[in-house]
Nanobody
Framework: QVQLVESGGGLVQPGGSLRLSCATS????????MTWYRQAPGKERELVAR????????NYADSVKGRFTISRDNAKNTVYLQMNSLKPEDTAVYYC????????WGQGTQVTVSS
């Protein structure tokens, strides 16, 4: 069964940190470039970060560069997003997925940055 299960979101104050996890199953995780997307209320889903299959190459949206770090553990079929120096504009539902050959979207994990 193919699954993407995001977790780790929550309510955090501006300047705080969160670490998101995405546990996957049902496909050959280590063969795929993986991504994190986010969707804020009333906005389109946007690409936040991308990581190559072997973790050597990472890419970030300009809005999160220097604050967010994507990583993966191929032994655990899991991709992570470390988010530091969070801002209110980072508030969104965060999703993971494969790059170029996306699966059905998971439920996402809500991140709310507010004082």
């Amino acid at each position: 069964q193919v699954q993407l299960v995001e977790s780790g979101g929550g309510l955090v104050q501006p300047g705080g940190s969160l670490r998101l996890s995405c546990a996957t199953s049902g496909f050959s995780f280590s063969s795929y470039v993986m991504t994190w997307y986010r969707q804020a209320p009333g906005k389109e889903r946007e690409l936040v970060a991308r990581i190559s299959a072997g973790s050597k190459i990472t890419n970030y949206a300009d809005s999160v560069k220097g604050r967010f770090t994507i990583s993966r553990d191929n032994a655990k079929n899991t991709v992570y997003l470390q988010m530091n120096s969070l801002k209110p504009e980072d508030t969104a539902v965060y999703y993971c997925n494969r790059w170029l050959t996306p699966l059905a979207w998971g439920q996402g994990t809500q991140v709310t940055v507010s004082s």
